[in-house]
């Protein structure tokens, strides 16, 4: 069992920045892979960056540059920090976590956190 707590949206101006949290407990060592996804209304969820297990990141060609994630190991902390942010930001967005499982693996989502980017 994987818990995911998400925090840090809000609402801010464009071209501000904004750092989410995704808190993670229970059985952090069947934890393969972490990303943080973004839906917003009348959208796909759309995956907005990754870090494996060991602490690659890796991010799709639409955030690079304005996104980045990070983790911090002693307090089982994943980071989002995102800059210059747009209109087209605005999404709930959500931490997730890739385990092992049987019968395979298996998802384990938080349930959002809000980012409003408006003037």
């Known amino acids: 069992q994987v818990q995911l707590v998400e925090s840090g949206g809000g609402l801010v101006q464009p071209g501000g920045s904004l750092t989410l949290s995704c808190a993670v407990s229970?059985?952090?060592?069947?934890?393969?892979?972490m990303g943080w996804y973004r839906q917003a209304p009348g959208k796909e969820r759309e995956l907005v960056a990754g870090i494996t297990r060991s602490g690659t990141p890796k991010y799709p060609e639409s955030v690079k540059g304005r996104f980045t994630i990070s983790r911090d190991k002693a307090k089982n902390t994943v980071y989002l920090q995102i800059k210059s942010l747009k209109p087209e930001d605005t999404a709930v967005y959500y931490c997730?976590?890739?385990?092992?499982?049987?019968?395979?693996?298996?998802?384990?989502w938080g349930q959002g956190t809000q980012v409003t980017v408006s003037s």
């Open positions: 997730n976590a890739l385990t092992q499982g049987v019968p395979g693996a298996l998802d384990y």
């Open positions: 229970g059985d952090i060592f069947s934890i393969n892979d």
